[in-house]
T-cell receptor, first 113, second 114 residues
């Protein structure tokens, strides 16, 4: 049947556990990737980025892994907190000088007490 | 830094009316983007500007949509006439041309066309 809307993948984790959010990107020519977090009623917020010449980058409590062979990106959140509950989007730069980004459909992360 | 500022936060209008959404990018950012977010289609790029010049408007759905950037600190997205299917959250984002980092998004305008 016809989809009536995006069926966001969902991930529920216990507070304090680690979270892994996955993303498959489409274009093998993409050279720059970003993870965004969007809380209810707010705009997407930059979390971390990675260039295609890297396979791992770490931030504060977050790590992004890039596997170009299978065109897969993941975001790992250590010691997940209630404030991490949000929709997480990966975005890829398809090309262009203005870093035009194409966004994935998002994953809803829910942190359980 | 106040971030990207959008107005209004919410807009409810009747079908057929003109709607104007406004955006003030971060000072010094030279790229500005308008996105639309719906449950059906997620985040879609409508148009982006570089140094106030429209670069790619291929995402603008129809001639009813138009966007302008008269100067580096202001942009508008206009829908005339509006239709119920235009109901969505419209985001403006800006980016500096130098250095790494993604866009900074505004808080969005939630548009409801009845």
């Amino acid at each position: 049947g016809e989809s009536v809307g995006l069926h966001l993948p969902t991930l529920s984790v216990q507070e304090g556990d680690n979270s892994i959010i996955n993303c498959a990107y489409s274009n093998s020519a993409s050279d720059y990737f970003i993870w965004y977090k969007q809380e209810s009623g707010k705009g997407p917020q930059f979390i971390i980025d990675i260039r295609s010449n890297m396979d791992k980058r770490q931030g504060q409590r977050v790590t992004v892994l890039l596997n170009k062979t299978v065109k897969h990106l993941s975001l790992q959140i250590a010691a997940t907190q209630p404030g991490d509950s949000a929709v997480y989007f990966c975005a890829e730069n398809i090309g262009g000088s203005a870093r035009q980004l194409t966004f994935g459909s998002g994953t809803q992360l829910t942190v359980l007490p | 830094d106040a971030g990207v500022i959008q107005s209004p936060r919410h807009e409810v209008t009747e079908m057929g009316q003109e709607v104007t959404l406004r955006c003030k990018p971060i000072s010094g950012h030279n790229s500005l983007f308008w996105y639309r977010q719906t449950m059906m289609r997620g985040l879609e790029l409508l148009i982006y500007f570089n140094n106030n010049v429209p670069i790619d408007d291929s995402g603008m759905p129809e001639d009813r949509f138009s966007a302008k950037m008269p100067n580096a600190s202001f942009s508008t997205l206009k829908i005339q006439p509006s239709e119920p299917r235009d109901s969505a959250v419209y985001f403006c984002a800006s980016r500096s041309g130098t250095g790494r980092g993604g866009y900074t998004f505004g808080s969005g305008t939630r548009l409801t066309v009845v």
